[in-house]
């Protein structure tokens, strides 16, 4: 069998036209990634993402971004739609319940993105919300301060992993302090060193066992002064020895307006920077193509990483999910979701 290639592909609508198909099978992308626009009902969903595996001829991971709240592309009528993170974490009398209700809400996500063929959950946030932040990320953060952050990320990865669903950490190193929507321009982030370690990297460190993380697309003048660090060398080196994370690292969205450049140029630096993996979102089959060509195969140490992250999707054992519902009521004073 073939090297994958080094990054996550979508596709535009629901099915897999046969041009996809084909594309996919040609160039083996490492996994794929769901958004709205491929969703209509479960069974639907499962054929899809039966097609997509099949299509590569393996067991690729299948990603989404179902957060709850203001992202989640599973939704109502077929699935739960949830409170933003940050309101359920306040909602709960204390922090050991805000992380059981975590868990079990994670846990049941986990439990209805199996059943469609969805093995890979790009949540928990670990991100510090503060006044600030902008308003896109703030009420996806799990908390303002460390502790309540590490507490809801934690809960939430391990509802994931009981459910069979790899998480995946983000945005590393820290995104909290953005003041700008990444996905249309490049916030800048001048706090001091010593700050941004104990505060905005520490959630990160306390979390660096996760199987795989996604990046950030902002500059950190501090650490680098001219690339964000999803493309800065620094602060990957930064990822890998100061913060301590040795799974898989996965760039955010690389067609984000964050960036500077072409989608290959932002693929290839990305790569030359140390991620293992490029996101890409859209379903632009020429885009996707020219990132293709520009990540190449994954390389040793990321196929290690890989195969490790991998290794953690086990079945999950079997639950009660009316007694987990009724727990979370307890837990939440009934007001569960959104």
Known sequence: MSVPAACILGCAGPALTPRERHFFARTQPWGF????????????????TAEMRDAVGRDAPVLVDQEGGRVQRL????????????DQMARARDLEAAARSMFLRYRLIAQELLACGIDTDCAPMADIARPETHAFLRNRCFGEDVASVVTGARAAAEGLLAGGVLPVLKHIPGH?????????????????????RGVDFAPFQALADLP????AHLRYTQFDPVHPATLSSALIRLIRDEIGFDGLLMSDDISMQALDGSVATRSAAAMQAGCDVVLHCNGDLEEMAAVVESVGELGDAAAHRAVSALARRLAPAPID????EEELRDLLDGDVYG
């Not at 990444?182 to 010593?194: K, Q």
């Open 75 to 86: 939704g109502r009528p077929h699935w739960r739609t949830w409170r933003p993170p940050l």
């Open 176 to 196: 909290g302090r953005a003041k700008l929507d990444s996905h249309l321009e490049l916030p800048v982030v001048e706090t001091p060193v010593e700050t941004l």
């Open 321 to 324: 999910i009316p007694a987990m």
């Open 33 to 48: 990634i769901l958004f709205a626009r491929n969703v209509e009902d479960p069974q639907q969903l499962a054929a899809l």
């Open 212 to 215: 795989m993380a996604m990046t």
